[in-house]
């Protein structure tokens, strides 16, 4: 992509609104733009970004073996009725009529939904285990949104459902969930702390909070100083193994949010218990019968019996995500994607557009790095250096590629690394290699 071409409408002045970096920088780095209170348009660069992580969010939910589909933003009164959440869920819920008067909904989540669509379709054991995802907008009249699309009121988010026949499939369900759910977070370059968890409003008795540690996170969290430097993907099992030792071994280190955390009886010592604050990006349930018995997910055990199905649901904040990330992830500067997210990998500075040699030297460059399949942005725009290198910075994308006509003569490019701030001039055709 020409930046000269690019929609990235950057703000040089910090705006007002944001009060944590995140939301800060995302409106700086021309990612988003809020349309009203908690709804965002995503402009091209953040677009990017919420794909990339869409997309390994996806992966890890097919290597544990749940299905894509999607299903609607807008639901049926009915469904919510038949469940007892109609009433419950209060004014969070965004309620909408049809011109019928009909009684519709903008989706806060999708139990009701996708266990009618279970229920309607799945008669037999034989059917089981299933596990159906879908990454899909939802919609919660959230009394306080703020932080950007961290709390939003429409938000994306992975939701995944899983039916067994009894406890011992649902306990195995929600240890692959658990699995993927670790294994995804630790692609996106983070450190996500499972934390034993109240159920809240969707109720059950297992459940597990992924939170990333941040100073602006909402929840008050405890942990096991152990936590901050494990790194889980190096002894993580394949899908298909026994999962109950990892899934015991990581839920016997002390993690709690502060609804669950209790001084008197924590089993660390207080050298060894870190309090923090962090950020929900994940959040998974066991809750059993709790929706299979009211709308009557039943299918035909081996002997012919009726058996209402074990359900659990598991969710990602996939646009919180973003916000996290960068929460985690930023300096002085602006933000530092990791390398699975970033928007592009390359930032190609030319640093004298119009000037014949460095012209023809990047427009190679670009060239042969697209052809190579590496995503490059190339800065082909008729600005100050100074104001490129800014633009470069707060963008964050992972590696620059500075040609200017100094080092041309020399025959060197300069390469950068966002994250550690480390410069090399080196050959281009060194430095072409280094990026594919
Ligand atoms: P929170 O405690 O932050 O209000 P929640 O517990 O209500 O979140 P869940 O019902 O567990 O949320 O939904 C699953 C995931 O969806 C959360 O872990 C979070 O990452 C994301 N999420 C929930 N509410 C929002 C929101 N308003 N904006 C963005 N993401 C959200
Ligand atoms: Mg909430
Ligand atoms: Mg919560
Ligand atoms: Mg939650």
Redesign the pocket.
């Known amino acids: 992509m020409r930046l000269s071409a690019y929609f990235l409408p950057t703000l040089k002045e910090n705006p007002n609104e944001a009060q944590i970096v995140s939301h800060r920088l995302m409106l700086r780095a021309g990612m988003v733009r809020q349309t009203s209170a908690g709804i965002y348009a995503w402009l091209p660069l953040g677009f990017r970004v919420l794909k990339k992580i869409e997309q390994i969010v996806r992966e890890e939910q097919n290597a544990a073996g749940a299905q894509e589909l999607l299903m609607p933003t807008i639901q049926p009164a009915e469904l919510w009725k038949e469940s007892g959440r109609y009433d419950d869920y209060g004014k969070e819920m965004l309620r909408i009529r049809d011109r019928h008067e009909r009684e519709m909904l903008f989706g806060p989540t999708n139990e009701e939904m996708i266990t009618d669509i279970f229920r309607s379709a799945v008669k037999s054991y034989r059917d089981l285990p299933r596990n159906l995802y879908h990454i899909q907008w939802k919609f919660r009249d959230e009394i306080r949104p703020r932080f950007g699309v961290m709390r939003g009121r429409e938000f994306l988010m992975k939701d995944a459902y899983s039916f067994d026949l009894d406890a011992d499939g649902a306990r195995r369900s929600y240890q692959k969930m658990f699995l993927a759910y670790l294994r995804t977070f630790a692609r996106l370059g983070m450190k996500a702390i499972p934390m034993q968890?109240?159920t809240?409003p969707i109720g059950g008795d297992l459940s597990h909070?992924f939170i990333i540690l941040a100073e602006t996170g909402e929840?008050g969290v405890f942990c096991d100083k152990e936590w901050l430097d494990l790194d889980v993907l190096a002894s993580a099992p394949g899908f298909d193994d026994d999962l109950t030792p990892f899934f015991e071994k990581y839920t016997n280190i002390y993690a709690a949010?502060d609804e669950k955390h209790d001084p008197a009886t924590s089993p660390l010592k207080p050298e060894e218990l870190v309090s923090a604050r962090g950020i929900?990006v994940g959040?998974i349930f066991y809750f059993g019968t709790k929706y299979s018995a009211p709308l009557g997910a039943v299918v035909a055990g081996p002997n012919g019996e009726q058996i209402t199905v074990e359900m659990g649901s598991y969710g990602i904040g996939v646009s919180r995500l973003v916000g996290a990330i960068i929460e985690a992830s930023h300096d002085d500067a602006g933000i530092i994607w990791p390398d699975e997210v970033a928007p592009f990998k390359v930032g190609l500075i030319n640093l004298k557009t119009g000037d014949a040699d460095c012209d023809r030297a990047c427009d190679e460059l670009y060239r042969d790095l697209q052809a190579a399949g590496v995503e490059v942005l190339y800065d082909d725009r008729n600005e100050r250096a100074g104001a490129k290198f800014a633009d470069m910075d707060l963008i964050g994308l992972p590696w620059q590629l500075t040609v200017g006509p100094r080092g041309l003569k020399n025959g060197v490019v300069e390469m950068k690394r966002r994250a550690t701030g480390e410069r090399e001039e080196l050959p281009r055709d060194a430095a072409f290699s280094k990026l594919t």
Do not use: I, K, L, N
């Open positions: 968890a109240d809240g909070e929840s949010t929900e959040h």
